[in-house]
C-alpha cells in the first residue's frame, strides 16, 4: 500500500504549514533595503508574545546551537563560574560548549528522564561555596521528552542569589509552552525554528530581559558572529549585522499570523491535549512511559518498547508501510526508547494515524489483538478537546 502524505513526527524538525512554506518562497528582496526593514521590524516583534518578553526578540541565521553558544559568550566572563544542569543530550550539549571556552563549568547530573529536583538543585549550588555568574537549563529536554520546572526553579535560584543569570534553552518547547521572562524570572530564554516554531531549520532566537542586555556590553568573552551586541545594534535600525536568512524572516511573519489565527492559548492547549491522549494510547497498546505525567513535555512524549527488537519493528515498519517517521532515542537511550513528536502543525487528528498504525505493528508482533484499544483511549481524551 502506498501513502502519499508522509507524516514527520520527529521532535525537529517539524511539518511546515503551506502558509510558512508559500512565505518562504516569495521573490528575494535586498537585505539592506526597506523591503527587509519592514520584514525584520515586524519579525523581531512578532515573536515577543511567543518568549514571553517585552524586549524584542534577537533572530539569529543559524541553528539553534548557536544561541546556546551565544547564551554563554554574551553572559559569562571566561573566569566565571557556570553551572549546568545536565539532563540528556542537549544539557551534554551545553556542557559541551561551556568546557570549550570555560574554566569553572560546574555540572549537575540529573538522572535521564527525570526533571530536575530544585531543592537539591540549590543545595548543589550551596555547596559549589562559589559566586556562580549563571545557570544553564533545558525547558524540554528533547532527548528524554522531560519538561523541567523552569518557574519553580527561576524563583529558587533569584531566591537564593538574584545576581545569577539564569539561561533557559527552549529550543523544543517554545511556541508549545506558557513561558513569560518577568514571571518565570529568566534572563535569557533561547530557541530555534525548526520545532514548535514550525520553520524550515536555520533560524535561533534569543530571548533576553534588560539585566542581560546591560550584561552583554560588559562581557569582554571574545566572540564575533555570536557577538549578540551587533545584533541589538542592528535591531534598534530593523536589520542584522550579516546577511540574515530573508526567507526564513518572512516564515517568522507568517507563523505569527498562523498562531494569531488560532489563538496562542489554543495552540498551547492543542498540544497539551495531544500530549495526554497519546500518553493513554500508549499505556493501551501496554508501551511504558518514560517520563512521569507531572514532567511530561507536551510537544514530545518517549515510550519503551518492550524488546530491542519490537522497538525496531515499530521504527522501520512505520517508516516502511506508512510513511511515518519517529525517532530513536539519544546517548545511552539509543535503543531502549522511541520519541513521538507533537509540535507545531500537529493536528489530533495527526497522531491518531500513528495511533492506529502502532495498533497493527503491535498486534502483528505481539501476536495479540490491539485493535481499536488505543484509538478509543485517544479519542475519549481528544473529545474534551475538539
Ligand atoms: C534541537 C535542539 C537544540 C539544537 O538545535 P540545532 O538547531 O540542532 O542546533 C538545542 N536544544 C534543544 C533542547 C533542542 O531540542
Not at 539561561?167 to 525554528?193: F, K, T, Y
Not at 491535549?273 to 511530561?296: H, K, M, P
Request: proline residues 5%.
Amino acid at each position: 500500500m502506498k501513502y502519499y502524505h508522509p507524516l514527520l513526527l520527529t521532535p525537529g524538525p517539524t511539518p511546515v504549514p503551506e502558509q510558512i512554506l508559500h512565505a518562504t518562497q516569495l521573490p528575494m528582496v535586498g537585505h539592506r533595503s526597506s523591503d527587509f526593514e519592514s520584514i525584520a521590524e515586524e519579525a523581531f516583534r512578532a515573536l515577543k508574545p511567543i518568549f514571553g518578553a517585552k524586549n524584542d526578540v534577537i533572530i539569529l541565521t543559524s541553528s539553534g546551537t548557536s544561541s546556546l553558544e551565544a547564551s554563554m559568550l554574551n553572559l559569562a566572563n571566561p573566569e566565571d563560574d557556570i553551572v549546568i544542569i545536565v539532563s540528556g543530550a542537549f544539557g551534554n550539549r551545553f556542557k559541551q560548549i561551556a568546557e570549550s571556552y570555560y574554566e569553572n563549568v560546574h555540572i549537575f547530573e540529573v538522572e535521564w528522564g527525570k526533571a530536575v529536583n530544585v531543592p537539591d538543585f540549590i543545595d548543589f549550588l550551596k555547596s559549589l561555596n562559589r559566586q556562580v555568574t549563571a545557570v544553564y537549563s533545558q525547558y524540554c529536554e528533547t532527548s528524554t521528552a522531560v519538561l523541567h520546572p523552569v518557574n519553580e526553579l527561576g524563583h529558587a535560584l533569584k531566591n537564593y542569589d538574584p545576581s545569577i543569570f539564569y539561561v533557559v534553552d527552549g529550543v523544543s518547547c517554545i511556541g508549545a509552552v506558557d513561558v513569560d521572562l518577568e514571571r518565570d524570572q529568566i534572563d535569557v530564554l533561547i530557541s530555534g525554528s525548526q520545532k514548535a516554531i514550525m520553520l524550515p531549520p536555520g533560524l535561533a532566537f534569543v530571548a533576553y530581559n534588560d539585566r542581560a542586555k546591560a550584561r552583554f556590553a560588559e562581557v569582554t568573552t571574545p566572540r564575533f558572529y555570536l557577538d549578540l551586541n551587533k545584533y541589538l545594534k542592528s535591531q534598534a535600525e530593523h536589520s542584522t549585522p550579516f546577511t540574515p536568512n530573508v526567507s526564513l524572516f518572512r516564515g517568522v511573519n507568517a507563523y505569527a499570523q498562523l498562531v494569531n489565527e488560532e489563538g496562542f492559548e489554543q495552540v498551547i492547549r492543542r498540544h497539551y491535549a495531544i500530549r495526554d491522549a497519546l500518553r493513554q494510547a500508549l499505556t493501551a497498546l501496554d508501551l511504558n512511559l518514560l517520563v512521569d505525567e507531572a514532567y511530561a513535555s507536551p510537544t514530545v512524549t518517549a515510550f519503551i518498547p518492550n524488546s530491542k527488537e519490537e522497538l525496531n519493528y515499530i521504527k522501520t515498519e512505520l517508516k516502511k508501510r506508512f510513511a511515518i517517521t519517529i525517532a530513536g532515542g539519544q546517548g545511552h537511550l539509543k535503543g531502549e526508547i522511541l520519541r513521538i513528536g507533537h509540535m507545531g502543525q500537529i493536528s489530533p487528528f495527526d497522531i491518531l494515524q500513528v495511533v492506529s498504525a502502532l495498533e497493527i505493528l503491535l498486534t502483528e508482533y505481539r501476536n495479540q489483538s490491539y485493535i481499536g484499544t488505543a484509538i478509543t483511549q485517544y479519542t475519549e481524551v481528544i473529545k474534551a478537546y475538539v
